[in-house]
């Protein structure tokens, strides 16, 4: 079976991130589709900072520390992801971004989905994110959820999407499984090399 991971992108503790990670599962998980969908919280991790001597890609997988190495095991255990980011300052979050500079191969030949909220949808954050996971060799699917703080939130502290979003929520999911699914063969091609 296909295996997604929902990756949370904020660690702030007044986050709603969490929230909308919970209601992209949700979704996902009442749609018929071949998938399972797992939250990855990057907040649980163990990780800091990333702050590393050897560039992960140079390692092996051989990793200095049990929390590097369970966050390689993790990884390495999906076919694709669906990242949810807040922006800020028109970007995604630094401890998203640290989270993804702790491994390199790992990320390689999967698709992801991008689900973004902020003041303006988290338009600008979803694109600085669409650079970073091209670079790891993750294939990006075109539909996006983009929510706005305004609209979508309740106070901007609970999240109340409107109905509006599900169409295009089901696209990108579909996709997501799809690409994913096409891409086992590219890591099958690339593991015999």
């Known amino acids: 079976m296909t295996r997604i991971g929902i990756i949370t992108g904020s660690t702030r503790n007044v986050r709603v991130n969490l929230q909308v990670a919970e209601w992209v599962k949700d979704f996902a998980d009442n749609k018929d589709i071949d998938a399972e969908f797992e939250i990855v919280d990057i907040k649980e991790s163990g ?49 998203l971004k640290d989270h993804l500079d702790y491994l390199g191969s790992e990320w390689h030949h999967k698709a992801a989905g991008i689900v973004s909220y902020g003041s303006t949808l988290g338009i600008a954050a979803s694109l600085a994110l669409r650079t970073t996971l091209s670079n790891l060799k993750v294939a990006t699917v075109e539909p996006q959820g983009a929510f706005s703080l305004f609209n979508d939130f ?35 091609e690339k593991s015999l090399v």
């Open 47 to 95: 990780l800091g900072r990333f702050n590393e001597a050897i560039p992960p890609l140079m390692t092996n997988k051989e990793y200095a520390t049990e929390e590097q190495r369970a966050w390689s095991r993790k990884i390495d255990s999906f076919d694709g992801f669906i990242f949810v980011t807040p922006e800020y300052n028109k970007n995604f979050p630094s401890s």
């Open 154 to 188: 309740e106070n901007m502290a609970t999240f109340a999407p409107m109905e509006v979003h599900k169409p295009r929520f089901g696209e990108m999911i579909d996709d997501v499984v799809a690409w994913s699914n096409a891409l086992k063969s590219v890591r099958k």
